[in-house]
C-alpha cells in the first residue's frame, strides 16, 4: 500500500459533469490491495461511471461484505453512504437498506468468495427478490485475503500459484443470475474499460438486479501461467458477445450503426442503450438463447462478456411488497410508527 | 518510434528548471541537499554549473521559475533562486573543496579581457587544467556588471569578492586599471595563445531629445551613474527623480536614488506594465521602497531654466496594436513632471572601438563582431567572445555558460582538437527505490503557497547603501519551500515488456497524464489520451509496444507531479522512480565514468 495521499494536484482542463464536479469528487481514500490489483481498476470505472451520470454522492448507498473486492467501497465516492457487512451478507443488507431507502442508488460489491462460496444463498436470493441495486461480483478465481486457494468459480484445469490443478466444476455467476430470472446480466473485464464504463452506466439505469460480474485478476495470486483468470489468458480468451453504447436520458444519439446490427432498448429511465451485435444471431433478449450460446462459448474455454442479457424488469422487491411510493425514511414518525392504540385496533380485526 | 530515454535531452527537458538553467544547473538535487542540511554539497553542486551561486541567489534573472513545473500544476512556482542562496549563506567552509590550479602549467597562455562573469567563468574553467590565464580589467577592482551595476543593497560587496577570489586564488594573473586599447597590440604582442573578450555591454543608451545637452549636469546615464556610486564618486542625488526606461537596471537605479536623497521617484515607462523588461520581483521590490511606476508617458523634451533642469515634458500616449499586428502609440497630451534629476536606464549597448578592423574578426550587424553560437570563436581563430560582448545584453548566468562553452572550444583550440568538436553530455540514472513503497526522495505532493521573502525594516534599509534589503529565507521558511519541490528530476522510468496493462498506474495518476492506447504518430496521439496533451512545450513519452496488446503506454510529461504512485501501483515494477543526473560537458572531460549513460 503507498503511503501517502493521492496528490491534490489535478488536471486543470478536467472535465466537470452536469453538477461541477469532476471525476477526482468521486475518488474515496488511497486503496490499500496490492499494486495492480483488478479492483482498483474496477473501482476506477466506477469513478467513471458515476462523473459520467451526474450521481449526486449522498444519494448513494455502497455495500458489500467481506473480501479484497469488499474493500472496494472505501475507494470510491468518499461522500457516499456506506455499509461493510458480514461474510456473504451483503445482499441481506442491500434489501433492508433499500427496503428502508429506496430513493437511493445502490451499488454492491462482492467477491467469488463472498457471493458464491459463503454468501450464495444471500446472492440467490437477491436476485429472485428482484432488489434495485448494481451487483458488481469482483471475480478472479482465488481467495486472496487467505492466500490464494481455488473460489467457488475457479475453472477445472487452472493451475494454481503453488502448482495444484483445480478439479472442481466452477460456479458460473453469470448463469446462476440467468437462471434465477435476473433481467439485466452482463460480464465484463477490469482491464477493459471502454467495455466496463457503458455496462456499469446501463445497470444503474436499470430498475431492478442489475448483476454485473467482473473478470477482475488477483495479481499476487493468480496472474501466472496456468491459470485461468490472469490477464493474459482474460485478454487472449475474451469473447464479447456483443458490444454496449449506453446513451444517457436527453443526450443526442450520435453514433450510427448499419441497419439491423445494432438493438435499441430503452431503459426504466428514459435513457438508451444500444447493443451491437459481434456475435451472430445472438439476441440478448431470449433468455434461453442466452443460457445455451454462453454454454457453447465456455465449452470452448472462452469467456463471455458484453450485456449478456437485457430484459423487462419486472417487479422489483418493492412492487412485490406493495410499499409506498415514498421511502419509508420519509414517512414521518406517526405514519410509520402510529402507536400501541393503532396496534391494539389493527389486532382486534384478527381476533 | 517509442521514445528514446537513453538520450540524455530527453530526461534533461522533462527537468523544466534545469532545462531552462542556460548553465543546466541540477536544481532538484540541490534543493534536495538543503532539505538534508547539505548546504556545502548543495552549494558545491551549484559551483560546478553557474559557478557564482551567492551571487546568482540574489541576482540571477531566473529563467528556472517561470519554466516551474508548479506553474502549471498551480500558480506559483519554487522559490529556486531563495533557496540557492540558502546555500550559501548557510554553508560552511569550501576552501578544501574548490578545484585547484596544478604547479606545473601547459604552457599555453590565455588573455581573458574585462573581469566580469565570462571571463570568470574561463578562468575557473581552465586553470584547473594547468592554463595560465591573465585578466586585464578596466576598472581597479574585479567583477564587472556585477559589481558596478548592481547595487550592493541587492548584492553585498563581501559575498561578491568571496567569490571572485575563489577563482582568481587558483593563481590567476590579473591586471588591474588596464584597458585594452588595441585587440592588434595583445594579439601582435602579447604571447597570448588565445584571447577571450568579455568586455560586457559597457555603454548606457543616450536619449537624443531637446535639452538633453542643456539639462546635461543633471542627467545621468544609469550604468556609468551606478558605477559612480559604487566607487564613491557620487553620494547624493536630487529629491525629484525621474528614471526614464523600466528594466532591471532602472530598478536597479530608481532604488539607489531612494537611498542617496531622493524622495520623490518616478519611474517613466513608455509601455503598459505587461511589457516591462523588468522582473516582477524588482517591480515590487521597487514600489515597496514607495517608488512610483508610471505608464505610457514617452519622453519628449528636457526642460531647462536659467540653466538648470527643471523637469521633463512628456506625451502622454494610449497603445493599440494596428492591421500588422504591432503596437503603435497615440498621443493623448502633454504633461510636464517637474525633476532635479534624471537617470536614463533604457539600455546598454555594445562598443569595440578597440578591435581593428582589418585583423581578420569579422563585424556584422549593429558593428557586432560575428561570433558562432555554438564555440563563441570569431572569424580570427583563437579570438573568443561571451557574455555580454557576445550578443548584446543578457544576465549573469548566460554569461557563465557561454564563459563554459568558451573554455571548451579555447581548450580544444589549444590542444588542436577542432573547436567544433564538442564534448557529449551523459547521464547517471539510478533507481531511488529504498523499499516497497519508499523512494529515496520525498514524493508527498504538498499543496503550500510560494513562501514570501523577509526584508530589512524600510527604514533602515533605506538609511543605508549596503544594508541588503532582502534578509534571505530562515530555518522555517527553508523547510517550508524545499516540500514545493516537485523533484522532477526523479524519472518515471518505463519498462514495456514488464507491463501486464492492469491500469493502475492511468487509474491512480492524479494528473492524467499516463493512457495505454493504440499506437500513433504524436500529432495524432496528443489528442486520444486520458486528457488531451495540449502543451505542445511538453515531450510525450511513447513506449515500446505492450506484450500482451501490442497497445502502447503514452505520458504526457506536461503536469506529472513526480509523486511516484504509478510505480508504487505497479506490480511488475515496469514503472521505476530513477533519478536523472545530467552530466553537463566541461573544458577538458572528454568521457564520463563507466557508471554513466551517454550518447
Known amino acids: 500500500m503507498s503511503y501517502i495521499a493521492k496528490p491534490s494536484a489535478r488536471h486543470p482542463k478536467m472535465p466537470v459533469n452536469a453538477l461541477g464536479l469532476t471525476a477526482r469528487d468521486y475518488e474515496g481514500s488511497m486503496s490499500t490491495l496490492c499494486a495492480g490489483c483488478g479492483h482498483d481498476s474496477v473501482t476506477a470505472a466506477l469513478v467513471q461511471t458515476f462523473f459520467e451520470l451526474d450521481v449526486q454522492p449522498h444519494l448513494v448507498g455502497k455495500l458489500s461484505g467481506i473480501g479484497c473486492s469488499s474493500k472496494t467501497p472505501a475507494y470510491f465516492m468518499s461522500e457516499a453512504h456506506g455499509f461493510n457487512s458480514v461474510h456473504g451478507r451483503m445482499p441481506a443488507i442491500a434489501a433492508g437498506a433499500n427496503a428502508a431507502n429506496r430513493d437511493l442508488l445502490y451499488v454492491g460489491i462482492s467477491g467469488d468468495g463472498d457471493s458464491l462460496s459463503i454468501g450464495l444463498g444471500q446472492f440467490c436470493h437477491a436476485v429472485r427478490r428482484n432488489v434495485d441495486m448494481v451487483y458488481v461480483l469482483e471475480n478472479n478465481g482465488v481467495y486472496g485475503l487467505t492466500k490464494g486457494q481455488f473460489s467457488a468459480s475457479a475453472d477445472v484445469g487452472s493451475r494454481s500459484k503453488t502448482g495444484e490443478v483445480n478439479g472442481q466444476g466452477p460456479i458460473d455467476p453469470v448463469n446462476v443470475a440467468l437462471t434465477l430470472g435476473a433481467t439485466f446480466v452482463a460480464r465484463s473485464f477490469s482491464g477493459d474499460k471502454q467495455?466496463?464504463?457503458?455496462?456499469?452506466?446501463?445497470?444503474?439505469?436499470?430498475?431492478?438486479f442489475a448483476f454485473v460480474d467482473v473478470i477482475s485478476p488477483c495479481v499476487t495470486f493468480n496472474d501466472h501461467k496456468g491459470s485461468t483468470k490472469s490477464y493474459a489468458h482474460t485478454r487472449s480468451h475474451m469473447h464479447e458477445v456483443i458490444e454496449t453504447d449506453f446513451v444517457p436520458?436527453?443526450?443526442?444519439?450520435?453514433?450510427?450503426?448499419?441497419?439491423?446490427?445494432?438493438?435499441?432498448?430503452?431503459?426504466?429511465?428514459?435513457?438508451?442503450?444500444?447493443?451491437?451485435?459481434?456475435?451472430?444471431?445472438?439476441?440478448?433478449?431470449?433468455?434461453?438463447?442466452?443460457?445455451?450460446?454462453?454454454?457453447?462459448?465456455?465449452?470452448?474455454?472462452?469467456?463471455?462478456?458484453?450485456?449478456?442479457?437485457?430484459?423487462?424488469?419486472?417487479?422489483?422487491?418493492?412492487?412485490?411488497?406493495?410499499?409506498?411510493?415514498?421511502?419509508l425514511v420519509n414517512l414521518g414518525y406517526e405514519t410509520l410508527c402510529p402507536g400501541s392504540q393503532t396496534l391494539a385496533d389493527l389486532q382486534k380485526e384478527w381476533r | 518510434m517509442p521514445t528514446n530515454t537513453r538520450d540524455p535531452q530527453y530526461y534533461h527537458k522533462v527537468v523544466d528548471c534545469q532545462w531552462a538553467c542556460p548553465a543546466h544547473t541540477n536544481v532538484p538535487e540541490y534543493i534536495r541537499l538543503i532539505a538534508a542540511g547539505k548546504y556545502t554539497e548543495s552549494y558545491m553542486l551549484n559551483r560546478q554549473s553557474n559557478v557564482l551561486p551567492g551571487i546568482l541567489g540574489r541576482t540571477c534573472d531566473r529563467p528556472c521559475e517561470p519554466a516551474c513545473r508548479r506553474t502549471r500544476v498551480e500558480d506559483e512556482p519554487v522559490a529556486i533562486c531563495r533557496l540557492k542562496r540558502v546555500a550559501a549563506d548557510l554553508r560552511g567552509d569550501v576552501q578544501h573543496l574548490l578545484p585547484t590550479a596544478p604547479e606545473t602549467k601547459n604552457g599555453k597562455k590565455i588573455a581573458l579581457i574585462g573581469a566580469g562573469p565570462a571571463s570568470l567563468t574561463v578562468a575557473n574553467d581552465l586553470m584547473p587544467l594547468g592554463y595560465e590565464c591573465t585578466i586585464f580589467e578596466g576598472l581597479p577592482k574585479a567583477g564587472g556588471l556585477m559589481r558596478t551595476n548592481i547595487p550592493s543593497f541587492r548584492l553585498p560587496v563581501e559575498v561578491l569578492e568571496e567569490e571572485i577570489d575563489m577563482i582568481l586564488d587558483m593563481g590567476v594573473e590579473v591586471r588591474y586599471n588596464h584597458r585594452i586599447d588595441s585587440m592588434k597590440e595583445l594579439l601582435d604582442t602579447g604571447g597570448f595563445d588565445a584571447v577571450f573578450v568579455g568586455t560586457g555591454a559597457p555603454k548606457g543608451k543616450e536619449l537624443d531629445i531637446p535639452g538633453r545637452e542643456e539639462a546635461d549636469a543633471n542627467v545621468h546615464i544609469g550604468i556609468e551613474w551606478l558605477e559612480s556610486i559604487h566607487f564613491g564618486h557620487i553620494d547624493s542625488i536630487g529629491e525629484r527623480v525621474l528614471v526614464i526606461g523600466v528594466g532591471n537596471t532602472a530598478m536597479d537605479c530608481c532604488r539607489s536614488s531612494r537611498r542617496m536623497g531622493g524622495t520623490d521617484i518616478k519611474v517613466m515607462a513608455r509601455k503598459p506594465r505587461p511589457y516591462f523588461k523588468a522582473s516582477p520581483w524588482e517591480l515590487e521590490d521597487a514600489e515597496d521602497e514607495r517608488i512610483e511606476i508610471i505608464v505610457n508617458h514617452s519622453p519628449q523634451r528636457f526642460v531647462v531654466e536659467d540653466g538648470r533642469l527643471t523637469g521633463m515634458i512628456f506625451d502622454v500616449v494610449e497603445w493599440a496594436e494596428n492591421e500588422k499586428g504591432r503596437l503603435v502609440s497615440t498621443t493623448l497630451e502633454e504633461v510636464f513632471i517637474p525633476a532635479d534629476d534624471v537617470v536614463l536606464a533604457i539600455g546598454q549597448d555594445n562598443a569595440f572601438p578597440w578591435i581593428e578592423k582589418d585583423i581578420g574578426i569579422e563585424f556584422g550587424d549593429w558593428d557586432m563582431p560575428v561570433v558562432d553560437r555554438a564555440t563563441f570563436m570569431t572569424t580570427r581563430s583563437g579570438v573568443f567572445v561571451g557574455g555580454d560582448a557576445a550578443w548584446g545584453p543578457e544576465n549573469i548566468i548566460w554569461a557563465v555558460e557561454h564563459g563554459h562553452q568558451a573554455a571548451i572550444s579555447i581548450h580544444n583550440y589549444c590542444q588542436q582538437i577542432p573547436v567544433g568538436d564538442r564534448p557529449p553530455y551523459g547521464m547517471n540514472l539510478v533507481s531511488t527505490k529504498m523499499g516497497l513503497h519508499e523512494w529515496r526522495y520525498s514524493n508527498d505532493y504538498d499543496p503550500v503557497d510560494r513562501t514570501p521573502m523577509r526584508y530589512e525594516e524600510l527604514e533602515k534599509r533605506l538609511s543605508d547603501m549596503g544594508v541588503e534589503a532582502e534578509l534571505?529565507?530562515?530555518?522555517?521558511?527553508?523547510?517550508?519551500?524545499?516540500?514545493?519541490?516537485?523533484?522532477?528530476?526523479?524519472?518515471?522510468?518505463?519498462?514495456?515488456?514488464?507491463?501486464?496493462?492492469?491500469?493502475?498506474?492511468?487509474?491512480?495518476?492524479?494528473?492524467?497524464?499516463?493512457?495505454?492506447?493504440?499506437?500513433?504518430?504524436?500529432?495524432?496521439?496528443?489528442?486520444?489520451?486520458?486528457?488531451?496533451?495540449?502543451?505542445?512545450?511538453?515531450?510525450?513519452?511513447?513506449?515500446?509496444?505492450?506484450?500482451?496488446?501490442?497497445?502502447?503506454?503514452?505520458?504526457?510529461?506536461?503536469?506529472?507531479?513526480?509523486?511516484?504512485?504509478?510505480?508504487?501501483?505497479?506490480?511488475?515494477?515496469?514503472?521505476?522512480?530513477?533519478?536523472?543526473?545530467?552530466?553537463?560537458?566541461?573544458?577538458?572531460?572528454?568521457?564520463?565514468?563507466?557508471?554513466?549513460?551517454?550518447?
Open chain 2, 472 to 599: 534571505g529565507f530562515d530555518l522555517k521558511q527553508t523547510t517550508r519551500e524545499v516540500e514545493r519541490c516537485l523533484n522532477c528530476d526523479v524519472q518515471t522510468d518505463f519498462t514495456a515488456n514488464l507491463c501486464i496493462e492492469c491500469d493502475a498506474c492511468v487509474d491512480v495518476c492524479p494528473v492524467l497524464c499516463l493512457s495505454i492506447v493504440p499506437g500513433g504518430e504524436e500529432d495524432d496521439l496528443r489528442g486520444r489520451l486520458m486528457a488531451p496533451a495540449e502543451n505542445l512545450g511538453q515531450a510525450l513519452y511513447v513506449s515500446e509496444g505492450l506484450p500482451q496488446t501490442a497497445r502502447v503506454m503514452v505520458k504526457d510529461e506536461d503536469l506529472c507531479v513526480h509523486c511516484g504512485l504509478c510505480a508504487e501501483r505497479c506490480p511488475t515494477a515496469a514503472w521505476d522512480m530513477m533519478q536523472f543526473d545530467l552530466l553537463n560537458p566541461y573544458a577538458g572531460f572528454e568521457s564520463w565514468p563507466t557508471t554513466a549513460v551517454t550518447v
Open chain 1, 249 to 327: 436520458l436527453r443526450a443526442e444519439i450520435k453514433t450510427e450503426y448499419a441497419e439491423g446490427s445494432a438493438r435499441a432498448v430503452r431503459m426504466h429511465d428514459g435513457s438508451v442503450i444500444r447493443l451491437r451485435k459481434v456475435a451472430e444471431g445472438y439476441d440478448p433478449t431470449d433468455r434461453a438463447a442466452v443460457i445455451e450460446y454462453l454454454g457453447s462459448v465456455a465449452r470452448r474455454g472462452e469467456i463471455s462478456t458484453g450485456l449478456l442479457y437485457v430484459g423487462e424488469a419486472g417487479l422489483d422487491m418493492h412492487d412485490h411488497a406493495n410499499t409506498t411510493d415514498t421511502a
Open chain 1, 195 to 208: 467495455q466496463l464504463v457503458p455496462i456499469l452506466k446501463a445497470a444503474f439505469s436499470h430498475k431492478g
